[in-house]
Structures are given as C-alpha cells and as structure tokens.
C-alpha cells in the first residue's frame, strides 16, 4: 500500500510564502508524475502544477511565476513552493501521484489527504 503525506500548509498573510511537501512511502517501484492540486470551498479540484520523473515542469496560469514544483527521486518527495499568496489561492491542497509497484505493474493514482492553505487579505 502507497501513503502520500502532505505537510507543511498554514495560514499566511496575502504576499507571503508557504512550502508545501509530500512524501510517498510504501510499496514503490518507481514514481510517473507526481501532481499538486487543490479545492476551493464550492469549486471543482484543480490542477495547480505538475512535475514528471524528469523534472519537466507544468502550471495552472493562475500560479505561473508564484508557484514552483520540484522533486527529490531519491526520497520519494515533491514541493510546492507558493511565493506572492494571494486570498485566491486558499484551499485544501492535494498531492497526487502515479506509482508502479513493479515493472510491468499498471500505475495507481495515488492521492494525498490534503493540506489546509488559509491566506489572509
């Protein structure tokens, strides 16, 4: 079984910064990509950024420039770093993951619990 904790979420003053940080455990072959998403209160869950095993890198517009997504392979972790916050950014933030538990092992969409992300205006 595959666990994703997310960490690192917080109440912020509008223009401040928060990192946010997951870390996979359990039965990993290998990670695909692994994703940020979030959910506003009464909004549909949105992609915010995505990162593959690579390091290519992918954005929501809302966040280009403010937001910046990176990994550590070796420790089965992704970031979000959030800079410039604004009151439209709260919501509960989600990471994502695809995993393979061996080599011909279909992936599994693996999600986080989410991560409370409060800025203040």
């Known amino acids: 079984q595959v666990q994703l904790v997310e960490s690192g979420g917080g109440l912020v003053q509008a223009g401040g910064s928060l990192r946010l940080s997951c870390a996979a455990s359990?039965?990993?072959?290998?990670?695909?990509?692994m994703d940020w998403y979030r959910q506003a209160p009464g909004k549909q869950r949105e992609l915010v950024a995505a990162?593959?095993?690579?390091?290519?890198?992918n954005y929501a517009d809302s966040v280009k420039g403010r937001f910046t997504i990176s990994r550590d392979n070796s420790k089965n972790e992704v970031y979000l770093q959030m800079n410039s916050l604004k009151a439209e950014d709260t919501a509960v933030y989600y990471c994502?993951?695809?995993?393979?538990?061996?080599?011909?092992?279909?992936?599994?969409?693996?999600w986080g619990q989410g991560t409370q992300v409060t800025v203040s205006s």
């Open positions: 994502h993951a695809k995993t393979f538990s061996g080599f011909a092992n279909a992936p599994q969409d693996i």
């Open positions: 359990g039965r990993i072959f290998r990670i695909g990509t």
């Open positions: 990162i593959t095993s690579g390091g290519s890198t």
